[in-house]
């Protein structure tokens, strides 16, 4: 039996690649959720406001992005949504930073090119402007026997362990830390099971965010508090334009790290000590 779903899978594959060699540029539009659980400790807040800060948290915690593809390179791009103002005060710049955390930094623009595995990755950090220049880094994924549908493809199930990218599993905002050597291992170190569906209709090792390298377009991730999920696809003849952005202070991903990971400090410590503003730093 496992040998006849293995051969059946196999065909599909094939059979699926034959079919959609020309389905390779076009765009897809995704809905990125993290689940962020509100926690006040014990702060005394009446239950009105408590549900309007967890409206808010909630509405900066889902994002619509796209992917501009076509079968040699991907454009991540953030669309713009003017209702989601986030203010000046210091919880806007925590929720801020959050964000850039939870969306892996693509809060700008992010190229991907598979034929020379490279990435470039342009971030603006309270209004200083960097991009990323990096090698893609491999995954290692395992195909399973797993099939379901998304909007009208067939997809395969595949799994991966690695580092989350995104704010701690457990992470709840407004809880009072106590140890801060032990939030930033969560940060730095923790490894989660990555589940992705992949379609063979579309023939391209593509995905959102920096998920990339199965036989077909990645429609939806799950990792860690992250769900993102395809809503629509736009399919071209013509070969999709994409290029690279090239404005920005140029740095590496291990780099950037450190810098993302000292303005999340900075944020947070203003956080404690009840500033109302960010000290900018070069």
Sequence with gaps: ??????????????????????????????????????????????????????????????????????????????????????????????????????????NGKLYKNINDNTYKNQVDIYGKLFLIQDSLQTIDWKITDEVKTIGKHTCFKATAILKNRG??????????????SKEERKIGDEMIIVTAWFTLDIPISQGPAMYYGLPGLILEVNAGNTTILCSKIELNKKEEII?????????????????????????????????????RRN
């Design 1 to 106: 039996m496992k040998y006849l779903k293995k051969t059946m899978t196999l065909y599909v594959l094939v059979f699926s690649i034959a079919i959609s060699a020309q389905n390779t540029n076009g765009k897809a539009h995704y809905v990125v959720k993290n689940t962020i659980k509100m926690n006040l400790g014990n702060r005394q807040i009446p239950e009105a406001q408590k549900a309007m800060i967890q409206e808010r948290i909630n509405s900066m915690s889902t994002n619509n992005f796209v992917l501009s593809f076509n079968k040699n390179s991907s454009i991540y791009v953030e669309e713009e949504n003017l209702e989601k103002d986030q203010g000046n005060g210091i919880m806007a710049q925590r929720m801020g930073m959050m964000k850039m955390i939870l969306n892996q930094g693509s």
């Design 167 to 180: 704010l701690p599993t457990n992470f709840r905002p407004g809880g009072q830390q106590t140890d801060d």
């Design 243 to 279: 290029n690279a952005p090239k404005n920005g202070k140029k740095i590496n991903q291990k780099k950037y790290d450190e810098l993302l990971k000292k303005k999340a400090n900075e944020v947070r410590e203003n956080f404690r000590r009840g500033r109302g503003g960010f000290r």
